[in-house]
């Protein structure tokens, strides 16, 4: 994970979650970096993944997963760009959720060059990759009190902090 991205989750976690309660953390798997360290406070820290490893404690499509409102915040960095439902990654992340819990994302946009899920900017023959589209993601979070929502195209960056509606 690059710099600038676990800076905005480290930031939108002092302006926007004073407790981070129990935590979930879709695409979880640590390739270069985690954002796991910035939660030392928690009520428990689940991390989710299509595979095992570094960082996972549940192996599943995070698409698919139900945390069944029982999360207070949801976590997704540089993740959405290697799901081929990015959308149905933001529906769990929503019934994960309790009313009043907070999802923090960061997403490579459009400009960002490809890269697999190793970092390296060699996409492996089954390997899913997509630039995650601004207004795509404005879309997806209509139902979501946006409290942040930034695009960087310089450096192919996208993020969001959302509050689940009450």
């Known amino acids: 994970m690059h710099q600038e991205a676990f800076c905005y989750v480290r930031d939108s976690l002092a302006r926007f979650v004073p407790t981070p309660g ?5 695409g979880s798997f640590n390739v270069n970096g985690t954002v796991r360290d910035l939660f030392t406070e928690t ?5 989710v993944d299509l595979r095992g490893g570094r ?9 698919d997963y139900d945390g069944v409102a029982s999360f207070d ?13 990015p959308q149905a990654v933001i529906e769990s992340a929503w019934r994960a959720l309790k009313p009043g819990g907070v999802l923090i994302l960061t997403a490579a946009s459009q400009e960002r060059l490809p890269h697999n899920n ?3 900017h060699v996409l492996d023959d089954d390997e899913h990759y997509a630039g995650i589209n601004p207004d795509d993601l404005a879309d997806w ?3 979501w009190e946006v409290l942040s929502f ?17």
């Open 22 to 26: 129990n935590v979930l953390e879709l």
């Open 118 to 120: 190793n970092g390296d």
């Open 141 to 143: 979070l209509t139902d």
């Open 43 to 47: 009520d428990g820290y689940t991390g």
């Open 73 to 85: 915040t949801v976590v997704t960095a540089e993740m959405l760009e290697h799901a081929r439902r």
């Open 55 to 63: 960082g996972v404690d549940v192996v599943c499509d995070a698409s």
């Open 150 to 166: 930034e695009h960087h195209p310089g450096r192919g960056d996208v993020y969001a902090t959302a509050r689940k509606a009450c």
